[in-house]
Nanobody, 120 residues
Framework: QVQLVESGGGLVQAGGSLRLSCAAS????????MGWFRQAPGKEREFVAR????????SYADSVKGRFTISGDNAKNVVFLQMNSLKPEDTAVYYC?????????????WGQGTQVTVSS
């Protein structure tokens, strides 16, 4: 089994920062890329950030560009999301995911999610 576990969520005031972590456990595997998604109350899950290990290519949703930074360690299958200048609209459950194939754009492994709440 492969499991991803997120941590680092919590309650923070607007303008504050949080650093989310995602670590893999169970069966050893290699990922092509890892990403972060979030789901706010009453909304669909949306893409937040992605890191492609080859070349260290970073991608971000427009809503978080300049505020969030994704990083990680491919060898350890860990990924981080540094969130700065948080806004109330960033409130959501944040999920990490792993893309295991370079030919398939799908994410095969997902974590359980960690709650991020930003107060005004």
């Amino acid at each position: 089994q492969v499991q991803l576990v997120e941590s680092g969520g919590g309650l923070v005031q607007a303008g504050g920062s949080l650093r989310l972590s995602c670590a893999a456990s169970g069966r050893t595997f290699s990922s092509y890329a890892m990403g972060w998604f979030r789901q706010a109350p009453g909304k669909e899950r949306e893409f937040v950030a992605r890191i492609r290990w080859s070349g260290g290519i970073l991608s971000y949703a427009d809503s978080v560009k300049g505020r969030f930074t994704i990083s990680g360690d491919n060898a350890k299958n860990v990924v981080f999301l540094q969130m700065n200048s948080l806004k109330p609209e960033d409130t959501a459950v944040y999920y990490c995911a792993a893309q295991t194939s370079s030919r398939s754009p799908t994410y095969g492994y997902w974590g359980q999610g960690t709650q991020v709440t930003v107060s005004s």
